[in-house]
C-alpha cells in the first residue's frame, strides 16, 4: 500500500497556529432567526435547494431528524 499525503503540513501541530473561529458565520440579513441552524450551511443555500425537492421529497425530509433543517425557509 502506498501513502500519499494530500496537503502538505508538517508533523508537528505546535508549528501551526491557531485560527480564530469566526465570528460571523451567515451574511448580513441572512442571519436565521428563532431555530438552530447548522452554521456551515447558508440559509440561502438551504431555500434553493428546498425549492428544487418535489413535493414528495420535501414531505420525506420533513420526517426524518433532517425535517428542522427546514424550518430555516419558512423564518426571515
Known sequence: MVSVRLVDSSDSPEEQPIRPIPEMMFA???EPVGVRVLTYLSSGAINRIFNALEEEEVQIIQKS???KTLEIVDKP
Open 28 to 30: 448580513e440579513g441572512e
Open 65 to 67: 431528524a433532517f425535517g
